[in-house]
């Protein structure tokens, strides 16, 4: 089979091949961004989750690997996650007193700073990519950068230089032994969640669908106006107890019982 015969590769195979070029170096560069293990391997797995559902989309995106990449940072930047009690927990620090000292800087850093450096310095971008990966200007990520540079090289002098920098982002990134899952693990985790998302979807929708019938069935189908709240009359005489009936009252009632208990008879008026 020639070059030109060679068969195209699978969604999956296609995916899985990214995920072997990205995601060690990745897990890695998130763990400097945040300075958690549990976090850079959970930011890494849901960008490529997330990458897997769109694979359409990333599949023919210029760079997928800056996709994914942007994607992860954005999670592992969230401020949410300080809510989280699993991630308030101490990690053990790094063994080397030097390693320590320069992810401790970094970790002083503002997040925007934070990921100008390791994008520019740790990743190798060039200003423009950095910026537009950043979501920023030119200049602000200039800005970022210049700054975040100033603050590295105050607290550790022996790093002012931009190639001595980058050279130790990436000695720290490659101390740390860290991990991702397997792709196979990352898309079958990424199916599940997608299948979960849209049972609920769908039994939402019945919900709201439900809800909007019952509705429809009991509401009114005209105006009813509230009733009014009660209000005292003022002026009105006390109402009076009935006595003992005199004796012209008590003949007329004698009569009146009499006359009806033999029919529906008229009454009819008697003149004296």
Known sequence: MTQDQ??????????????????????????????????????????????????????????PAGWVRATAYEYALSPWHEFRPLLRRREPPLTDRCDRA???????????????????????????????????????AAHRLLHAREAVAARLPELADPSALNRRLAELASAERLHAPKSLTV??????????????????TAALIGTTALALRTAPTHYEPPVPPGAIVQGVPPRVALGALSQAEAQLRAKLRGATAHGPERLVPQTQ
């Open 6 to 63: 060679v068969a195209p590769l699978t969604p999956a195979q296609a995916f899985d091949a990214l995920y072997a070029f990205c995601a060690p170096a990745l897990v890695r560069q998130t763990f400097l961004l945040t300075g958690r293990r549990l976090l850079a391997r959970e930011s890494v797995e849901r960008a490529f989750q997330l990458a897997w559902q769109r694979w359409p989309e990333v599949a023919v995106d210029r760079d």
């Open 102 to 140: 320069l992810l401790g800087v970094l970790l002083e850093l503002p997040p925007s700073y934070r990921r100008a450096l390791l994008l520019y310095d740790g990743v190798g971008l060039d200003l423009p990519e950095t910026a537009a990966e950043a979501e920023a200007s030119t200049p602000a």
């Open 187 to 204: 898309r079958r985790g990424g199916e599940r969640k997608t299948r979960f998302w849209t049972r609920a979807a769908i039994a939402f």
